[in-house]
């Protein structure tokens, strides 16, 4: 029994790669769009910290 991730999920994933955010497969303005956004922006805000930290 496996689902498709959800698109927050594919957002995380796709920071994680070094995908742009304007990668973003779904259509603007729509709730797919918003939550893969969040996603990426939530894994790309953590790297950023991290390599600004030196880590």
């Given at each position: 029994?496996?689902?498709?991730?959800?698109?927050?999920?594919?957002?995380?994933?796709?920071?994680?790669?070094?995908?742009?955010?304007?990668?973003?497969?779904?259509h603007e303005r729509s709730e797919e769009h918003a939550l893969?956004?969040?996603?990426?922006?939530?894994?790309?805000?953590?790297?950023?910290?991290?390599?600004?930290?030196?880590?």
């Amino acid at each position: 029994m496996s689902a498709d991730p959800d698109p927050f999920t594919l957002g995380e994933r796709a920071a994680r790669e070094n995908i742009p955010a304007e990668a973003n497969p779904y259509h603007e303005r729509s709730e797919e769009h918003a939550l893969w956004s969040a996603g990426h922006e939530r894994v790309a805000t953590g790297l950023e910290a991290n390599q600004s930290e030196g880590t």
